[in-house]
């Protein structure tokens, strides 16, 4: 039987990697037990192994977050269809045993076991040195951290070899889970020391292509379009993963990812449309997760600074205006949590949750009237070609229903690989976009989302005070009062139509049957550690 498999990954190799067909990771899969190699296929792959260097995309934190370990990891439990689900507000122990927090430091006992992949130990002087760099790094690596309240190099100290201390000014609901992010990963410093250069004293370049972790799994090799994990059987953050070998290709095309799991080629795969997964799901050939995304809200904005959306009434006239229940029938075949239609104010202080907002042409006539406009107007309506799958048909549907009452839309689709650049200069008038939190907050979606200086704020949100107040709930320990801050500022951003949610979607994986373990974390990307293959 091994035999039989291992041709059939060999044939989809060469028929769907050109040029890859040969290369040693094959041959490794060929060379273990078939219990002991998973074959994974995604829509992409890492493009570094560092999420530190500039320009690391999404890729690269799956490398991390199976190669590198952190001070800290989540809690783990099940959800509500059973899935192992990792907490984003919950700390568990990983590289550090133990931790306490006095209030204005926080001292963190490491394993005195743990090495990094070369042998040499894990020490506080190299989680000091990794978190000094994730600061130095600058771009996305200084902001994420900054989102912890960690902002200087001073704020870490070495107590022992295994004792580490972070040093903060007051209370941050948002420092612990930042230290279980796959950005303060902890690096073995003098590894990188040795190839670090003058111009680069941080070794940026050479980490890009090269590993200087102690995590379960180190890489065996690595091309263009597929890198090959071997476990590290000497990793003490954890319990060992069962499974030796893991083989990561990438195979951007969804149709023949699915193709290749129904016909047993491959293990595992994610990020498929959802049409793809109600129609695995009722074939019953594959195992389907379809996790709710947290802190993750599919959103329509407008420019509050252009006209006609400076206009609070035209904002809210065309949030009445949206086709909510088609798009969740038409585009998303209704896997996904709808946002809309909810109470007039907040019952909680939860995010996602539905707006008051639901469709009534009428009362969207009657507000562009008031809001002296009562032929409507002309716009455009942007969206990611990079996610048309989705996007495309819920544009159509919402330029359909604004035409309804007399707002002509044009749509323009931006090609995904300069979405971010366009959305971000704040340039769009009127646009579909994603943003997911990694903490499980709402203050953290929300700042984030809606901040004056966020790239993600497309629609230029600009209320001062209201910011003032939702920053401030960060550091708010009473739990009541935060709580309040929240709904509060629910309140204003649904009637200053800052943003109008449409849906919260969800993560998509699909594995074979004899696959167990599949673990979501608030990163989206494959963790390795779990699975195992009977």
């Known amino acids: ?162 004792t580490f201390r972070i040093d903060y000014d007051r209370y941050d609901r948002q420092m612990l889970p930042n230290l279980a992010f796959s ?66 290709r990438t195979v951007p095309s969804a149709s023949t990812r699915r193709a290749l799991l129904e016909r047993g080629d491959v293990d595992v795969s994610n990020e498929f449309p959802p049409k793809d997964i109600v129609e695995m799901e009722k074939e019953g050939k594959v195992k389907v997760y379809a996790t709710p995304i947290d802190n993750a809200v599919q959103f329509v904005v407008m420019n509050e600074k252009m006209p006609p959306f400076d206009n609070v009434k035209v904002r809210r006239a065309v949030a009445y205006a949206i086709p909510y229940e088609k798009i969740m029938d038409v585009a998303l075949f209704n896997k996904a949590r709808p946002l809309f239609g909810g109470p007039a104010e907040p019952a909680d202080a939860k995010w996602p949750q539905r707006s008051p907002y639901f469709t009534d042409l009428a009362k969207a006539k009657a507000l562009l009237a008031e809001a002296g406009m009562p032929n409507g107007f002309e716009t455009t309506f942007s969206f990611d070609a990079g996610a048309a799958g989705i996007l495309e ?11 309804q009452i007399g707002i002509k839309v044009t749509l323009d689709k931006i090609a995904g690989a300069n979405w971010r650049s366009s959305f971000s200069n704040k340039s769009l008038p009127f646009l579909t976009n994603l943003f997911a939190g990694w903490i499980d907050y709402p203050n953290y979606y929300l700042e984030m989302a809606l901040g004056k200086t966020s790239i993600f704020n497309s629609g230029d949100y600009d209320n001062t005070a209201a910011m003032a107040m939702l920053h401030e709930a960060r550091f708010e320990r009473d739990p009541a009062k935060y709580d309040e801050a929240i709904k509060k500022f629910l309140t204003i951003m649904y009637d200053d139509v800052a943003s109008v949610p449409i849906y919260q979607p969800s993560a998509y994986v699909a594995m074979q049957k004899n696959i167990s373990g599949y673990r979501y974390w608030f990163h989206r990307q494959m963790d390795y550690r779990t699975l195992v293959k009977t």
């Open 183 to 248: 950005v303060p990963n902890i690096l073995n410093s003098e590894l990188i020391k040795k190839n670090a250069t003058e111009p680069d004293p941080w070794g940026l370049e050479w980490s890009k292509n090269n590993l200087a972790g102690g995590g379960a799994y180190q890489i065996a090799e690595r091309t263009s379009d597929s890198i090959t994990y071997a476990r590290f059987d000497n990793w003490k953050s954890g319990p060992l993963p069962k499974t030796e070998r893991v083989i990561w």
């Open 393 to 403: 048909p819920m544009s159509v549907l919402i330029q359909e229903s604004l035409g």
């Open 1 to 162: 039987m091994r035999g039989r498999t291992t041709i059939k990954r060999r044939d989809f190799l060469k028929a769907t990697i050109a040029g890859l067909a040969g290369l040693a990771a094959p041959r490794l899969a060929r060379a273990q037990p078939a219990n002991q190699a998973l074959l994974v296929v995604s829509e992409s792959g890492a493009n570094s192994v560092d999420p530190h260097t500039p320009g690391a995309n999404r890729g690269s934190y799956e490398v991390a977050w199976n190669c590198y370990d952190r001070l800290l990891s989540l809690e783990v439990r099940k959800d509500a269809n059973g899935t192992d689900h990792a907490n984003a507000t919950k700390p568990a122990p990983e590289l550090a045993e133990e931790w306490d927090d006095t209030g204005h430091a926080v001292t963190l006992k490491l394993r005195k076991n743990a090495t990094f992949h070369d042998g040499a130990p894990v020490t506080a002087k190299d989680v000091k040195w990794s978190l000094d760099r994730a600061i130095a790094a600058g771009g996305n690596p200084r902001f994420q951290m900054s989102t912890a309240s960690l902002s200087s190099p001073d704020q870490f100290v070495v107590v022992d070899d295994h």
